[in-house]
Nanobody, 124 residues
Framework: QVQLVESGGGLVQAGGSLRLSCAAS????????MGWFRRSPGKEREFVAA????????FYADSAKGRFTISRDNAKNTAYLQMDSLKPEDTAVYYC?????????????????WGQGTRVTISS
């Protein structure tokens, strides 16, 4: 059973940065595609970014392109989401998710394992 634990959320001013971490256990981490999703108040869960097991392929939502960077350290079993130039509309609970299949996906249902979420609040 894969377990995921996010950390790094908090309150920052608009224009600031945060780095979220997702520590994984219970599986060979390099065989997992990792994704970041978020849920804002009153909205559906939305895709943010994904990275394949090797770290060689990434994919971003339009809202994240140019501001967010997804990465991973397979030696540390950890995925990251570096978020820069944060905006109030980035306020959400951010979740990491793991998908053992071979193809990167933007669809939440493709991910079998989820963390508990970390809250990010951006003040204007």
């Amino acid at each position: 059973q894969v377990q995921l634990v996010e950390s790094g959320g908090g309150l920052v001013q608009a224009g600031g940065s945060l780095r979220l971490s997702c520590a994984a256990s219970g599986a060979t981490f390099s065989m997992l595609n990792m994704g970041w999703f978020r849920r804002s108040p009153g909205k559906e869960r939305e895709f943010v970014a994904a990275i394949d097991g090797s770290g060689g392929s990434t994919f971003y939502a339009d809202s994240a392109k140019g501001r967010f960077t997804i990465s991973r350290d397979n030696a540390k079993n950890t995925a990251y989401l570096q978020m820069d130039s944060l905006k109030p509309e980035d306020t959400a609970v951010y979740y990491c998710a793991a998908d053992p299949s071979w193809a990167l996906s933007v669809t939440p249902t493709a991910y079998d394992y989820w963390g508990q979420g970390t809250r990010v609040t951006i003040s204007s």
